[in-house]
Every structure is written in C-alpha cells, then in structure tokens.
C-alpha cells in the first residue's frame, strides 16, 4: 500500500468513528436500544425506508438464496401458541383436521408457511401475508404460494406516513379474514426506524388478532455474535463516511439543479447499482447499523439491533393487550442472535386502551416520559 493510500484509509476510519461517537453520544445516558430524546426525524425514516426497499428489490434473489431453512425459534414459538408436532398428536389429529388462520407480516420469500405446512400437515392452515418485495415473495415455493393470499404493502412507509401498516379495510382479503388466529413477524422488527416506531407496530399487529390468539415475533441481536462483530462495526463507519459523502453530494447535486445545470444522480438507479440516498447519520438512534451485501461497496441496508433491556420495555410497554406466554433466544451459531417473544393477546379490545390513541397525538418526548411511567408502575 502505498503512502497516499495509506493516508486515505486512515482518514477514511477516522471519519467512520468521528461520526459513529456524533450519532451515538447520548446512549450511555440513555441506556441502550430507548428511545432518543432527540427523535429521529421523518426524513430519515423515509431515507431508511427507500434504502432498505432498494436493498431487497435488488438483491432478491440473491438474498433468498440464502433463506431458505426454517430458523430454529419456530418450533418452540408454535409449541408456545399451542401446536403440537409429536406423532402421537399427528395420528390424533389427521381424521379431523384444525383450522387456523395465520397472517405473516412482512413474509419474505414464504419459507415460515413451507415450514407450517410441511411440519403441521394435519392443520388446514389459511395463509395471509404482507410484503412490499415483490420478487422476494415470487422466489419462493410454487406449490406454497399457490396457497397463500397475499398483498403487497409497504408497512414501513405506511408507518411513517401515520397510516395503518396494513389496513384490512383497503384489502378485501384481509379484511375478510380479521382478525386472525396467529399473527408473525420474523426477521422484520429491525428494518422498524425509531423505537416508537416499532411499539406502533406491534400494536397494530396485535389488533389483527384474536382475543385469546397469539402474536409471534423476533428480535434480531446481531450484535451477539462475537466473530462478526468487528466486520459488523467497519462496515457501518464505512456506510457513515459512504452516506455523508452522498449527503455533500446532494448539496452540491442540489445547487446544481438550482442553477440549471445538470440533472440528479440521484433520481436515477439500475438493478446493478444503488440509489445514493442522502440523509444525515448523525439523526440515527442508539444501536442502529448499516450491514452490508456480499462484500459490495455501497450495497446497504438499515438494520436495528435489539438490547434485551430495549426489547423488555416493548413487553412492559404492551403489557396492557397482552401477556408474553414465551420469551427465548435461539439462532445462528451462538444460538442467540434472534430473542422471540410470543404474546397472547387480551380480552380487552385495544382501541379501548389510552395508550394506543395516545401514540398517534403524543410528542415523542411524551411516548418517551409515558413508557418510562410505565415501567415504574410495572
């Protein structure tokens, strides 16, 4: 390496920490995976949302590729909902068959109703999902898709926007299903931006189910895998240095436009090369990475991972719609990088509860100070 080089990816590191320490400077006092006092901001988020969208419509196939085993966890998540897989309640159960419905959120390429169907054969499961990534859903199984009803819907944006994740009403389908027996998110609470966000997920999720049925969902720690984590921290102070460069270039890029010179770069992507997407790192919250694809420059997408105390206030924090039966951690090759939590959700109707109306009119200073309250009381 010569001199100049050298020089450069030192630089380059520097800038990556300087603007990790600038993005994460309040999370000692805050406490890891709260929510940040100064709020991610909806730009952001919309940033986030059309990077991660980029990131799976062009990577799709070869990211299915990669997903295609069941994840350990969702044995013991459907032992916690009830369903037994043991022979002997196989050869109970064939003569006549249980019905269940089943909304996945955020579905991916199908593979937890390949696991469904082929491990409770004596279940005649309805199959209902959500996806905005087309072509990642179109990967899967033939056979299994045949039998699942599904709509694609950007739950994310829709989020952002203060609209319902995935409103049954605009989806004749859903709508006519809901509420439904067992609702599951797997591999999609990290893709959340803000912490808020997150709660407000979940609690729409548990308003599609039915009083008494489940809510499944994972939280992704990966963090915990301590032979990754070094690439995991150089990749993300080289997305901060990547993304702060497409920022300076979007102010230059702007200025341009603003004297009628030129056209955006940033308008414009192919199926081989990402979107520059211009946002400022420094707005991210505690625990917030950018991971990396196949070693590709460039090639990101926004992930969160979940601190146990983070994913201990979201089960305080829905402790008035629903008690969580089952909390573990399971997958990958420590055996912890995912935490799963299944909620079984209350009589008590959500819309009645305050604090679900309450999200939607609070400052995000007062979700903050509300769900500490809350843990006090707990």
């Known amino acids: 390496m010569n001199r100049e080089a050298a020089e450069h990816k030192a630089e380059h590191e520097t800038m990556g920490r300087e603007v990790s320490a600038a993005m994460s400077g309040e999370s000692a006092a805050l406490g890891q995976g709260t929510a940040n006092p100064k709020a991610m901001t909806r730009t952001t988020m919309r940033a986030l949302c059309q990077l991660n969208a980029e990131f799976y419509k062009r990577n799709a196939a070869s990211f299915s590729q990669t997903r295609t085993a069941p994840w350990e966890g969702w044995r013991r998540c459907m032992a916690a909902c009830g369903f037994d897989d043991s022979d002997e309640a196989l050869g109970q159960s064939m003569d006549t068959q249980i019905a269940d419905s089943v909304l996945d959120i955020a579905c991916g390429n199908l593979r937890f109703e390949a696991f469904l169907a082929n491990t409770y054969p004596h279940i005649d499961w309805s199959f ?20 699942v009803h599904f709509t694609c819907e950007d739950i994310v944006s829709n989020l952002i926007e203060g609209l319902p994740a995935a409103e ?61 984590r070094a690439k995991i921290e150089q990749t993300h102070a080289d997305a901060l240095v990547f993304f702060s460069g497409c920022l300076e270039a979007h102010a230059n890029d702007k200025n341009a436009l603003d004297r009628g010179a030129g056209s955006s770069h940033f308008a414009n992507s192919s199926p081989s090369s990402p979107k520059l997407i211009a946002f400022d790192p420094c707005s991210l919250e505690p625990n917030d990475y950018f991971l990396g694809w196949k070693n590709e420059p460039g090639n990101y997408r926004y992930c969160h991972h979940f601190s146990n105390e983070e994913i201990d206030q979201i089960i305080a924090a829905l402790a008035p719609h629903a008690t969580a039966v089952e909390s573990f951690s399971a997958d990958g090759k420590p055996g912890n990088l995912n935490r799963y939590v299944v909620f079984k959700r209350k009589e008590l109707p959500i819309d009645s509860i305050p604090v679900t109306n309450a999200l939607s ?3 995000d200073e007062e979700i903050r100070q509300h769900k500490v309250k809350m843990l006090v009381e707990e």
């Open 168 to 228: 049954p009403a605009n989806i004749p389908a859903l709508a006519a299903a809901t509420p439904f027996d067992l609702v599951v998110s797997f591999g999609f609470m990290h893709h959340i931006p803000s912490f808020n966000l997150r709660l407000q997920f979940l609690l729409e999720a548990l308003n599609q189910v039915k009083p008494g049925g489940y809510l499944a969902v994972s939280f992704w720690q990966f963090l915990n895998d301590p032979a990754k």
């Open 361 to 363: 009119s609070m400052t």
């Open 128 to 147: 209902f999902a959500v996806d905005n990534c087309e072509p990642l859903v179109a990967s899967g199984q033939e056979d299994i898709a045949k039998k």
